[in-house]
């Protein structure tokens, strides 16, 4: 089973920052926090992923709390192809178990 | 980056048939895969653990008689779904690591999408 819970869906005005929320709140210490999206039709698209620190790269950045039971997705400027279900995922293992995610709609 | 492909795309067959997908690593050997499977407006299901040179793994509630695995090299794995049933047209996706699992990002094929007639 997943680990983690999501809002079913989201929406965010082209342009402005979309940030996806995720409660991860039975995480154990060595287990990292994924995120990944699906545009439909498609295969999974890996976006970020960190453990304790903040990460940031070319697509987005990832802030979890300090005690780790949740974390958020921020993307500083959403666009229509961002668009898609963005998965969180909490895991040690090389197994990707995935969760229903939230479906985030950018509309113009 | 590193590139999963899977062949083919989509596919019709007949109820009854057997439909085989590949799962290509292109640029990076992959000692393991995973397939999942993934039915519409539903999330992705790990079906397997697809093992170089060994039997795959399969997940609880998987027939692995239905669902031939065969991880015969480094860059190749191949689903075989066997006796299909329209209950079996689903999208069908791999995946794989460039390097241990542990700290870093799983690679996705496209999809295979599946439907029986």
């Known amino acids: 089973d997943a680990k983690t819970t999501q809002p079913p869906s989201m929406d965010c005005a082209e342009g402005r920052a979309a940030n996806l929320p995720c409660n991860h709140s039975?995480?154990?210490?060595?287990?990292?926090v994924y995120w990944y999206r699906q545009i439909h039709s498609q295969g999974p698209q890996y976006i970020i992923h960190?453990?304790?620190n903040n990460e940031t790269n070319e697509m987005a950045s990832l802030i979890i709390t300090e005690d780790r039971k949740s974390s958020t997705l921020i993307l500083p400027h959403a666009t229509l192809r961002d668009t898609a279900v963005y998965y969180c995922?909490?895991?040690?293992?090389?197994?990707?178990?995935f969760g229903t995610g939230t479906r985030l709609q950018v509309f113009p | 980056g590193a590139v999963v492909s899977q062949h083919p795309s989509r596919v019709i067959c007949k109820s009854g048939t057997s439909v085989k997908i590949e799962c290509r690593s292109l640029d990076f050997q992959a000692t393991t895969m995973f397939w999942y499977r993934q039915f519409p407006k539903q999330s992705l299901m790990l079906m397997a653990t697809s093992n170089e040179g060994s039997k795959a793994t399969y997940e609880q509630g998987v027939e692995k008689d239905k669902f031939l695995i065969n991880h015969a090299s480094l860059t190749l794995s191949t689903l075989t779904v066997t006796s299909a049933h329209p209950e079996d047209s689903s999208f069908y996706i791999c995946?794989?690591?460039?390097?241990?699992?542990?700290?870093?990002?799983?690679?996705f094929g496209q999809g295979t999408r599946l439907t029986v007639v």
């Open positions: 995922i909490v895991d040690n293992t090389d197994k990707l178990i």
């Open positions: 039975t995480i154990s210490g060595n287990e990292y």
């Open positions: 995946s794989a690591y460039t390097g241990t699992a542990m700290n870093t990002e799983a690679f």
């Open positions: 960190g453990l304790k």
